[in-house]
């Protein structure tokens, strides 16, 4: 792997970053803060917005080959937008729909589901929700008990999906069902297309330890899904969603995120310069900035090397793997210091009289309690990394 930046990667990280600056407003870091906790009013409007500017850019799919509706472009230099968008914390990246369910459709899906799923993501204008994990199935995804039966030209899903992100919001679902009871438990999914206006379904608010609303729980009663919505063959689903779950495991965003928060906390500190309590008069605390640092370095490198495998087409599993389990503890850790080295302050919830950021540094640790249970824990991923990277016995 070459470290260095291609010269076109670099250019275009600048032409990012000056967009950034010109079309985000000056206080939003501080906004972004406060409309977390309602976002409803906040957030999605402003998303909708800046959705229309990098679709109109040809940001918002560029990785997609241009005959779908993308820019063409590799993935490395998605990952260098990705990681300036996290770093900014902006708005209008489609990760649900673009960033995982497009992919899929692009190796597995069928020339029908291309035609008319692909080119909506590309103009910004589908919202897709992720159905995967239940109340008896998370990290052991393959246990899931949501069940579809084939019926003439429909299957037949009835079920419960949980942690849906943005399900209260999607027009559209990707949804892992049992199809075959009797098999295997890996070898009896199917993976299906769900329109959330099929009868039958039902929404209902999850509100997270951050007061933020973007999970739910989803309720499918005898929801009847054209067979034409299958992806892949049926009970094939288990294969076709490892697609899925490798390019959740591998966002450059982790890292991102916490240089970001690294930074600004810094410059907070340095406000505190010269005052009684100023924490960084101790050669402990920048010791931890300083370790804090190079950990986050080190987690921005192994996602780098994922990309350059995807974009090498080397098999990446057991990295994509390392990532999560890296980057999530990590993420806890770096918030959990952060939070320790400013002080009792650095609990004050968004736009309490003092918080520091705003508020940004206690919304932040919240958040990042369920950093290593979503997506698969951390157990799970050690037992990835052991069984495909190092070879050991189940």
Aim: proline content about 5%; overall charge neutral.
């Amino acid at each position: 792997m070459d470290f260095r930046f291609r010269p076109e990667d670099e250019a275009f990280r600048e032409e990012v970053r000056a967009f950034l600056k010109r079309d985000l407003p000056a206080d939003w870091k501080s906004r972004w803060i406060g409309v977390m906790g309602h976002i409803e009013e906040g957030y999605y409007p402003f998303e909708r917005e800046m959705r229309g500017k990098l679709k109109e850019r040809g940001w918002l799919a560029m990785s997609w080959p241009k005959e779908f509706g993308g820019g063409g472009a590799d993935i490395l230099r998605q990952t260098v937008f990705s990681e300036e968008m996290e770093y900014h914390r902006a708005p209008g990246r489609d990760m649900g729909g673009v960033g995982m369910v497009g992919p899929l459709l692009i190796a597995h899906g069928t020339e029908e589901q291309k035609r008319e799923h692909l080119p909506p993501m590309a103009r910004g204008e589908v919202i897709w929700a992720q159905g995967f994990s239940e109340p008896e199935a998370g990290s052991d995804l393959a246990s899931l008990r949501t069940r579809a039966v084939r019926d003439g030209d429909d299957y037949v899903i009835n079920g419960q999906k949980v942690w849906t992100s943005r399900g209260h919001r999607a027009q559209w679902m990707h949804l892992l069902a049992r199809t075959d009871p009797n098999a295997p438990k890996h070898k009896g999914i199917s993976y299906f297309l769900v329109d959330m206006k099929t009868p039958g379904i039902e929404v209902r608010p999850l509100v997270n330890i951050a007061n933020q609303h973007d999970f739910n729980e989803v309720f499918l009663k005898d929801v009847r899904v054209p067979a034409r919505n299958i992806v892949g063959e049926e009970n094939t689903g288990w294969y076709v969603a490892t697609t899925t779950l490798n390019l959740e495991r591998s966002n450059v965003g982790f890292s991102a995120v916490m240089r970001s928060m690294l930074e600004d906390t810094i410059a907070y500190l340095q406000t505190q310069k010269g005052t009684r309590f100023s924490p960084l008069d101790g050669a402990l605390t920048r010791h931890k900035l300083a370790d804090l640092a190079v950990a986050i370095q080190v987690c921005r490198v192994q996602s780098y090397r994922v990309a350059w495998m995807q974009h090498h087409g080397v098999p990446y599993a057991k990295e994509a793997a390392m990532v999560k389990v890296f980057a999530t503890e990590l993420w806890q850790r770096a918030m959990r210091g952060l939070m320790e080295i400013v002080g009792l302050y650095g609990q004050l919830e968004p736009h309490q009289r003092g918080a520091p950021l705003d508020g940004g540094l206690e919304h932040q640790y919240l958040y990042t309690i369920a950093a290593t249970i979503g997506a698969g824990t951390s157990e799970i991923q050690r037992n990835l990394i052991a069984g495909r990277g190092l070879g050991l016995p189940r």
